[in-house]
């Protein structure tokens, strides 16, 4: 099966600067790349997602970028909040796949 | 719309003994799936469903069952729990599958289950 891989496992940034979190993933096959944030004690929720025929979607100060050829996905936050604190999961799926693949997740830090 | 909702929010087990933890969701998706989450180990998929009646395995099935009599329910056994099973449960639900167009996948508010 597909294997996801997740770095960094934490991340501290300061508000308004920016924070990266970078995916990789194993099958080429894979072909739909969402990004779940989940606020402490709370559901996992989908902030934004990509498909393999597009290789960048912004929404607002979020934004995801795909590199196929690298098998590598990453998510960008802009002018980072203290509410933008969370652990943030990327997942990859394939095209005629059941479920999906997760990473590991990220806990992001915004420090004040 | 309650969306997906699970029961119980919390339960303590003593090893050995078993439960049912149940996910409804009322918004006629025909994907369900259970999770559990564990510090470091991200979200993997116990058992889904692709249909009333459907169960399948996921990545970590050993030690758990799974129904879906009814298409808005989907119920996680635990046969015999043992400490390993300490985890916090969520289930999801979709439209689609994962690889298809409608494929968000709405989570339950979760169940954190200690084993004794």
């Known amino acids: 099966g597909e294997n996801v891989e997740q770095h960094p496992s934490t991340l501290s940034v300061q508000e308004g600067d920016s924070a990266v979190i970078k995916c990789t993933y194993s099958d080429s096959a894979s072909n739909y790349f969402p990004w779940y944030k989940q606020e402490l004690g709370k559901r996992p929720q989908l902030i934004i997602d990509i498909r393999s025929n597009v290789g960048e979607k912004k929404d607002q100060r979020i934004a995801v970028t795909l590199n196929k050829t690298a098998k590598h996905f990453s998510l960008h936050i802009t002018e980072t909040q203290p509410e933008d604190s969370a652990v943030y999961f990327c997942a990859a799926s394939y095209r005629t796949g059941n479920q999906f693949y997760f990473g590991t997740g990220t806990s992001l830090t915004v420090i004040p | 719309n309650a969306g997906v909702t699970q029961t119980p929010k919390f339960r303590v087990l003593k090893t050995g003994q078993s ?57 996680l056994g635990l046969e015999s729990a043992a400490p390993s099973q300490t985890s916090v449960y969520f289930c999801a639900s979709s439209y689609s599958p994962a690889g298809g167009v409608y494929n968000e996948q709405f989570f339950g508010p979760g169940t954190r289950l200690t084993v004794l």
């Open chain 2, 19 to 75: 439960m049912t933890l149940l996910c409804a969701q009322d918004m006629n998706h025909e994907y369900m799936y259970w999770y559990r989450q564990d510090p470091g180990m991200g979200l993997r998929l116990i058992h889904y469903s692709v249909g009333e009646g459907t169960t399948a395995k996921g990545e970590v099935p050993d030690g758990y069952n799974v129904s879906r009599l009814k298409k808005q329910n989907f119920l």
